[in-house]
């Protein structure tokens, strides 16, 4: 799984914002590595030598990047898929919080929560973002990289169950939708836009388990708008009654326990009757484990061998939305 710690400190070391996804927390401890910044600053400034962009630190890489008075780091494993690349657009998100409230960044704490979200939302665009691009090139060239696509699932994992979301078990989901639920399995694999309707107090919980039946994909989702919007992987909305649904429209309408819209396939069927019993976290995890025909396919793809003799036609069909659809 991997794992990754941002860090947001002042140029002295003060520790001013933290996500933190490792479990050795006495092992990577905040003290040593904003203690460890510290020192690189101090031996820059010194030696009058440029600020480093990255290190190795404890078999991680520890990436940096100073701007004024502020530094951004990130700890991620050797092989993530993440480079520098990303520290401006994270300290952007805080100072986007800091000049709306004006704070001294010693008062960052008390504005932590925005922070954060800001922070959780930009991370899961970029790495939306880094996937996509992967699928291109796997459309279009003879790469093989599956194995950072695969990276991008795991951390999308910890990206969408952060935080305090209510999740719904898929046995009260399957009661709610009787029939139907593959359709949306299939939508949100291949990228189909999924509107949910219905009571909010349903809607929403509802959209954010929904979330996690997309392992292969980091969803663009707005759990409750008053007005139907385009451009979200899930929407929940009461505005739909200017909404066609067809096979590339898909509408869950809860208070009727209907799906229209949308495209039927056995193998989606069966694997929703797999779910049915589990909760959000056991299914996300067991369509993780069953969805790796796709990277593996992808990989066979990349370099053009016999996928055809090895992957049944129904998946063929399935992989073939799916490279039409994520560009």
Avoid at 43 to 71: A, D, H, Q, T
């Amino acid at each position: 799984m991997d794992i990754l710690k941002i860090l947001i400190t002042s140029k002295n070391g003060e520790l001013l914002y933290q996500y933190d996804s490792f479990s050795e927390i006495k092992i990577h401890d905040n003290a040593l590595i904003t203690g460890l910044i510290s020192a690189i600053v101090a031996l820059s400034s010194e030696v009058v030598c440029s600020f480093p962009r990255e290190i190795e630190f404890e078999g991680k890489i520890l990436y940096f990047y100073i701007e004024n008075e502020l530094i951004v780091a990130l700890l991620v494993d050797i092989d993530a898929p993440f480079n520098g690349d990303i520290l401006p657009i994270l300290l952007a998100e805080f100072k986007k919080v800091q000049q709306k409230y004006n704070f001294s960044i010693y008062r960052a704490i008390k504005y932590e929560e925005e922070v954060s979200t800001r922070i959780k939302t930009a991370l899961a665009k970029y790495l939306s973002n880094m996937q996509k691009n992967m699928l291109t090139i796997f459309r279009k060239t003879d790469l093989t990289d599956y194995k950072s696509m695969v990276k991008l699932k795991n951390v999308a994992r910890d990206v969408m169950f952060d935080g305090s979301r209510e999740f719904l078990s898929f046995e009260i989901i399957s009661r709610v939708i009787p029939e139907g639920l593959g359709k949306v399995l299939y939508g949100l694999i291949v990228g189909l836009p999924v509107i949910v309707v219905g009571n909010r107090n349903l809607v929403e919980p509802m959209i954010h388990t929904f979330r996690l039946l997309s392992p292969t994909r980091i969803l663009n989702v707005k759990p409750w708008s008053f007005k139907y919007e385009i451009g979200y992987d899930i929407i929940g909305t009461n505005d739909y009654a200017e909404l066609i649904p067809s096979s590339n429209l898909i509408i869950v309408n809860i208070d009727e326990g209907i799906v229209f819209g949308g495209n039927s396939s056995a193998y989606f069927e069966e694997l929703v009757k797999q779910v049915s019993s589990l909760n959000a976290v056991e299914a996300f995890t067991f369509l993780r484990t069953e969805l790796d025909w796709v990277f593996q396919s992808l990989e066979s793809l990349s370099i053009r061998s016999h996928s055809k003799d090895v992957l049944p036609l129904e998946k063929q069909m399935i992989l073939f939305e799916l490279l039409k659809r994520l560009h």
